[in-house]
């Protein structure tokens, strides 16, 4: 297990130290500079920009500084916000952010697990049929969409929550809502298959040939096995959350990560550009490793090592 571990950190420095160039590069690519735009600055103050950011270095001296900055955990310096660096700009916008994707991937997996699970057992009926269309409905429709419809129908038509901006959990209703409806479609479907894979399984009839109860197949014996392969769309979801803040944070006016992102591409704020993407890498690898560790948990037949059971 710690060998395991310690590879898999390894292996994470070593995709972020990938990561790290190619968007540079990719950066680097980009017509221009920060400045270009900039049609009040006159080309003497653009070269004085230019010399206070290192722009006018040669691209090798740039890459082996933004390498020698992240080293030291610096991110850089944002060229939107004076004086202010990547990392604190990070900081201040997460946690919208994180709490909007928390919520949404909480709710959005109880309930997907749970209609999955009542989808399984009443096969064939009309709460099967009904879960499979929510499912194709909350996978098909974009996030956007829903948080249109719920800003019309639930804040200006009913006036139950509010419909933008961010000051208190009534503000976090609508769009968590808009946010979870693709997490419970994706969950209902993977959960609805894999119970109706394990409760056809030998072992499954034989409890039933025992006389367990239909409470103790579906909660003992099914449930678990059945939410290993759920585990497995859990981390890729939850980064996809993060990033499908991005839209769902701009149309509710929500300070978040995801609105300073846009906005610093909008600007060429690269700096901000390039630690906003290699955060994002970075939360994406570490949830993936909790995921594989997560395995174990669930069912500790499974040998994070060899990966078998």
């Given at each position: 297990m710690t060998k395991y571990?310690?590879?898999?950190?390894?292996?994470?420095?070593?995709?972020?130290?990938?990561?790290?160039?190619?968007?540079?590069?990719?950066?680097?690519?980009?017509?221009?500079?920060?400045?270009?735009?900039?049609?009040?600055?006159?080309e003497a103050q653009k070269a004085i920009l230019n010399a206070k950011y290192g722009l006018d270095d040669p691209m090798p001296v740039q890459y082996l500084k933004y390498l020698g900055s992240l080293v030291q955990g610096d991110l850089g310096i944002s060229f939107q916000y004076d004086?202010?660096?990547?990392?604190?700009?990070?900081?201040?916008r997460i946690g919208p952010s994180a709490q909007l994707g928390f919520q949404a991937m909480f709710f959005g997996t109880i309930?997907?697990?749970?209609?999955?699970?009542?989808?399984?057992?009443?096969?064939?009926?009309?709460?099967?049929?009904?879960?499979?269309?929510?499912?194709?409905?909350?996978?098909?429709?974009?996030?956007?969409?829903?948080?249109g419809l719920l800003q019309?129908?639930?804040?200006?038509?009913?006036?139950?929550?509010?419909?933008?901006?961010?000051?208190?959990?009534?503000?976090?209703v609508l769009p968590t809502i808009a946010l979870a409806m693709f997490p419970i479609a994706i969950s209902a479907?993977?959960?609805?298959?894999?119970?109706i894979e394990v409760l056809g399984s030998d072992y499954i009839t034989l409890a039933r040939a025992k006389g367990a109860s239909n409470y103790d197949i579906a909660v003992k014996h099914a449930l678990r096995n059945a939410l290993i392969p759920v585990v497995t769309v859990l981390g890729p979801l939850a980064v996809s959350l993060m990033t499908g803040?991005?839209?769902?944070?701009?149309?509710?006016?929500?300070?978040?990560?995801?609105?300073?992102?846009?906005?610093?591409?909008?600007?060429?704020?690269?700096?901000?550009?390039?630690?906003?993407?290699l955060f994002f890498?970075?939360?994406?690898?570490?949830?993936?490793?909790?995921?594989d560790i997560l395995y174990g948990i669930i069912?500790?037949?499974?040998?994070?090592?060899?990966g078998k059971k």
């Open positions: 571990l310690l590879q898999r950190i390894l292996y994470m420095f070593i995709t972020l130290f990938l990561i790290a160039s190619f968007t540079f590069f990719l950066m680097k690519m980009m017509p221009g500079s920060p400045f270009t735009m900039q049609d009040k600055l006159s004086n202010r660096s990547v990392t604190s700009l990070i900081m201040q309930i997907g697990i749970f209609l999955g699970v009542i989808a399984a057992l009443r096969q064939n009926t009309w709460v099967d049929y009904g879960s499979t269309i929510m499912a194709v409905l909350g996978k098909s429709i974009p996030s956007f969409v829903f948080a019309y129908w639930i804040g200006v038509k009913l006036g139950w929550f509010p419909v933008a901006f961010w000051s208190g959990w009534e503000f976090t479907r993977f959960m609805r298959t894999e119970m803040t991005l839209v769902i944070e701009k149309i509710f006016s929500i300070p978040g990560l995801g609105e300073q992102f846009v906005r610093s591409i909008t600007t060429n704020d690269y700096p901000v550009i390039m630690g906003t993407t890498a970075a939360l994406f690898i570490v949830i993936v490793l909790v995921v069912d500790p037949r499974i040998r994070l090592a060899g």
